[in-house]
């Protein structure tokens, strides 16, 4: 009688030898393999476990998350961020003062119906500070929520709306917060050269009226002109003044002529004088200095020089003594000619004019 053999259990070991084995004599076998191994194969792979109800709702969240991504790529999605995690100071701003009364009223409205308008900010995933986006704009909108939250440890104002930009897409970053602000706020022309020439310094342009090309495409030639002359005077006396958001078109432009002949040191020595308490008193300085400069023609720069008027002929005295009178770029004259013309004569003839002059009325 045979004797039974005992069978045991296989070791691990076993276990994994026979299936390297058998992977090793089944692999590789191609159109060889029998049709119902490759049938099963395929069968086996595309099998999905899940039910349908299930299949569904997962397909259309793999939608939904696809269009939110787009979504918010393009600027288009809304977030919540909160304030802390935005780096206000991102980006040089281009406007530099505040006023205290609208930041009040941006305060209270928001206080009253929230905040409307979301502020645009990109992200910076390698900031040194630990912020995770930076400021595009909304600046103003940024710090009324910000004040708001100190004043009132509200958890409302913990939190901002936010879009997020792909400043590159839009320009640059800098082109992309002047756009915005071009369209909602009254820039001055002081603050757009200002701007400019901080973007130029920065390394986003070759220089200053690049920039101003560049950030300004919409403006007229004339516009651009008077960007670039607020420009100068942002680099030559930024440090000097201080009200120059306040100036008025018409004295910057005097002031940049005065600054394209070489009056800066004039300017400076001016302004370090005394700091003036009201933008009229800083305009009072300014023109104290500018007066008496003669303005130097340039033909270079463009425009019609302006003719000296042609002086009226001689007129002859029974004296002996000529009269001239005329018209130059400093104002109007008198010259007088003669043998018996001298200093004694010529003060004598002064007092009478100054005389004259003074006198009210005539």
Not at 168 to 181: L, Q, S, V
């Amino acid at each position: 009688m045979a004797k039974r053999r005992k069978l045991e259990a296989p070791s691990a070991e076993d276990l994994s030898r026979y299936e390297e084995e058998f992977r090793r004599e089944t692999a590789g076998r191609g159109p060889l393999s029998a049709p119902i191994a490759q049938v099963a194969a395929e069968a086996a792979t595309l099998h999905d476990p899940r039910p349908p109800e299930r299949r569904a709702e997962d397909a259309k969240d793999r939608v939904d998350a696809e269009r939110m991504r787009d979504a918010e790529g393009r600027g288009l999605l809304m977030l919540e961020l909160a304030v802390e995690d935005i780096n206000a100071d991102a980006l040089v701003r281009d406007r530099v003062v505040l006023d205290v009364e609208e930041m009040e009223e941006l305060k209270a409205s928001i206080a009253k119906g929230g905040l409307r308008l979301p502020v645009e900010v990109f992200a910076t995933p390698d900031d040194a500070q630990g912020f995770g986006y930076g400021l595009l704009s909304g600046y103003r909108r940024l710090k009324a929520v910000r004040d708001l939250y100190a004043l009132t440890k509200d958890a409302r104002y913990a939190k901002i709306k936010a879009v997020i930009r792909d400043p590159e897409a839009m320009g640059g970053t800098f082109a992309a917060m002047i756009e915005e602000n071009e369209i909602r706020a009254n820039l001055s022309h002081y603050e757009r050269g200002r701007i400019a020439v901080i973007a130029a310094q920065q390394g986003a342009f070759v220089n200053a009226e690049e920039a101003v090309n560049a950030l300004f495409p919409m403006a007229s030639k004339a516009k651009r002109s008077k960007i670039r002359s607020f420009a100068l005077i942002f680099e030559e006396l930024g440090d000097m003044l201080t009200f120059p958001d306040l100036l008025k078109e018409k004295d910057g432009l005097r002031i940049a002529a005065a600054l394209r002949d070489g009056a800066e040191v004039r300017l400076r020595e001016a302004l370090a004088e005394k700091v003036p308490e009201t933008p009229a008193e800083e305009a009072e300085q300014i023109a104290a200095a500018l007066d008496g400069l003669e303005r130097k023609l340039d033909p270079a720069r463009g425009g019609r020089p302006k003719k000296a008027a042609k002086p009226a002929p001689a007129k002859a005295l029974s004296s002996g003594l000529t009269l001239q009178l005329g018209e130059d770029t400093q104002g109007w004259y008198i010259r007088v000619g003669g043998k018996r013309v001298g200093r004694e004569l010529m003060e004598a003839a002064m007092f009478e004019l100054e005389r004259l002059l003074e006198a009210p009325g005539k």
